[in-house]
């Protein structure tokens, strides 16, 4: 029996975001952290010299590499094994499921810790490890929180961003059964305690991969916890799950995405961690793990790398668009229902998953450009967005009214004589229906205008008419 690991239960956009405006706990959470990730990003950069110009060669990069993404990624290959490791070409997350079952089976691995990666929850692996009796940890703070909570990151940097600490100190004390108070540092403490017991226990360490270079085969892992570098070399086996955008070319090319990744993250000049992996350990090294493997996975991608989607691929992960979000910052990111949340969310969840399931995810911005000044690599999130929205009518998923709405309006744009007659036909409407000088209502599929802001109503002489008598000029 295939179990459909794709499928999860979330909510509609729509419905999950009103429930989560509702929440208390959550609008406190929210407000906490995504102020001041968002603050430490704008000081970061407006620190650092020639942000902007940095930022561009980011892009340039990983456009170059897209553009050459086989050649790279074949000797990213050559470069691994060169070194000992062993690559594995996954096309789906099926594929790479199987491939870690199937190193599991054959090297007998029992426990395995896991540091952070939204690679491994785009393809539901710890479902997958746990149905065959596999013991698995989660070895980084936020999403230890939320293995124990049972529940999915809603950050891609601060996976459990909407529980407040007092929550954490809750659920830690319930589960643990140890007395916890509600300080970080001692709650970072106890989390520690009993993490460092399962390193010394795990047969094998899954990481994910922030950056993978091919010149020299390093996958590289970023981190601000000590737990990325302990998973990739304690366990005897390390498995790192990379998609296929996460290559760049050489080492000389890494600085340039270090400098911007921890900026853009959390406001740091650098992260805490930065580790260089080339290989499994050699013979005279003794410490590292005996086997190192290389997953590469495609989920997609490749699919994405020759649309008009492309762009989305240049994506780091650094979580700067959510921060900057207006939206995201207001119903945080299980509201979006993916992997993947926020505006880049918005972009990835439909294309990873499928557009008709979320359909309310490319409406989920108010294109105001935060996301794209925040990001970067200068990713033009609302263009995807709106590229996204074509999709969804050119599909037809959108409503039939709303479709109506639209090309009726297209048609009054482009035929001024139409235009004048519906505009003054729209404000006698208007003014019908207001109340006083404000229209507080309206109907139908356009009511949610009115829902939280009232309209001013229109004035019963046009500028045009006003300007025509002023002026005697003709339209």
Known sequence: MTTDYKKQPHHEFLSASQEALGKASLQIALSRLTDTLAAGN??????LPDSDLLREKARSIKDHTLASLDTYLEQLSDSVISKGGQVHWAKDAQDVRNIILDIAQKKQVQ?????????????????ALENANLEVIET??????????????SHLVAPAVHKTREEIADLLESELKIPVTPEPEAMAKLARNQLRKQFQKADMGITGVNFAV????????VSNEGNARLTATIPRIH???????????????????????????????ISVYT???????????????????????????????????????????????L?????????????????????IGAVLTPLYDNLEDHHHLPHASSLCGSCQAACPVKIAIPE?????????????????????IYQTWAHTMVRPGLYRLASSFAGWLMRLGASGNWLTKMPGPIKGWTQTRDFRTPPKQSFRNWWKKQKNIRF
């Open 323 to 343: 921060n900057a979000c207006p939206i995201y910052r207001n119903v945080g990111g299980h509201a979006y229902g993916g992997t993947y949340s926020g505006p």
């Open 111 to 127: 426990r395995i810790v896991k540091s952070k990666s939204m690679t491994t929850e785009e393809i539901h692996l710890n479902d």
């Open 42 to 47: 704008r000081s970061a950069f407006s620190a």
């Open 239 to 269: 498995v790192a799950v990379m998609g296929i955008e996460k290559v760049i070319p050489a080492l000389k090319d890494l600085p340039v995405f270090i400098k911007l990744l921890a900026r853009a993250a959390t406001g740091q000049k």
């Open 140 to 153: 980084d703070f936020g999403e230890y929180i939320l293995q124990l909570a049972k529940e999915r990151p």
């Open 214 to 221: 091919a010149e020299t085969g390093t996958i590289v892992l």
């Open 384 to 404: 995807l967005l709106v590229r996204l929205r074509a999709s969804l009518n050119r599909q037809k998923l959108t409503p039939f009214v709303e479709r109506l």
């Open 275 to 321: 580790s260089l992996v080339t290989g499994p350990r050699r013979t005279e090294e003794h410490v590292g793990p005996q086997e190192f493997h290389l997953v590469i996975m495609d989920n997609g991608r490749t699919d994405i790398l020759g649309s008009p989607m492309r762009e989305s691929l240049f994506c780091i992960r650094c979580g700067a668009c």
